[in-house]
């Protein structure tokens, strides 16, 4: 079926230095998108989203990519703090929203 | 903090019996969805809540049922526990409009659910 999925299961990063996180999806008719943080024994924290009809999307130190042409996103974490270090999740989502297909997720490890 | 309130925080089941979960939506919203996660993967998708309806389901047995009620909050219940079904349990609220979709989904801390 459908399935949301991750370059790489781990990343390391320098405090300070900049982060990005990769992700592939596979449904073609996905038309919102999300990106996730999970800490230890927490759920899943909010942190940016991005619609089909952007391509990139700015918050606080965070800024998502949305590449539809090769069904690609990306989470960039500037400055990265050992604050950030937890699992990330992108997550899909097709028209009318029920279904959130989660990826397998990425941790990220920040090295002091 | 998402304002989404689960309970009980942790519980311990023997396989064949059955519990309920419960969760509280952030205050005004009215959709309520529910996940499994198992330990080191994704959310997987239950159900979704709307209206105190089912409004979308994912590749879960019957054994996995749910409510919500009419102050938007919602139960998991599910019977015949077996090993496999230890897991994390998320649910997320949402407004849902009827001319749009929701989308945003903030996830309560989950409850941890142990099956011997």
């Known amino acids: 079926g459908e399935s949301v999925g991750l370059h790489l299961p ?4 320098q405090e300070g230095d900049n982060s990005i996180i990769n992700c592939a999806y596979s449904n073609s008719a996905s038309d919102y998108f999300i990106w996730y943080k999970q800490e230890s024994g927490k759920g899943p924290q909010f942190i940016i989203d991005i619609r089909s009809n952007m391509d990139k999307r700015q918050g606080q130190r965070v800024t998502v990519l949305l ?7 990306s989470l960039q974490i500037a400055a990265t703090q050992p604050g950030d270090s937890a699992v990330y999740f992108c997550a899909e989502t097709s028209p009318y929203g029920q279904n959130f297909v989660f990826g397998p997720g990425t941790r990220l490890s920040v090295l002091p | 903090e998402t304002g989404v309130t689960q309970s009980p925080t942790h519980l311990i089941k023997t396989r ?4 309920t979960l419960r969760c509280s939506s952030q205050s005004g919203h ?8 198992a330990l ?5 998708f239950i159900f979704q809540y709307y209206r105190e309806e089912e409004n979308g389901r994912g590749n879960f047995p019957p054994r996995f049922s749910g ?6 909050s919602s139960e998991l219940n599910v019977n015949a526990l077996e090993l496999d079904d230890s897991a994390l349990y998320l649910c997320a609220s949402s407004l849902k409009l009827d001319s749009d979709s929701s989308y945003e989904q903030y996830f309560g801390p989950g409850t941890r659910l142990t099956v011997t």
């Open chain 1, 10 to 13: 781990t990343l390391s990063v």
């Open chain 2, 16 to 19: 064949g019996q059955q519990v």
């Open chain 2, 67 to 72: 409510l919500q009620f009419p102050n938007y």
């Open chain 2, 30 to 37: 009215n959709t309520v969805s529910w996940y499994q996660q």
């Open chain 2, 40 to 44: 080191g993967q994704g959310p997987q």
């Open chain 1, 67 to 73: 590449n539809k042409t090769v069904k690609h996103l």
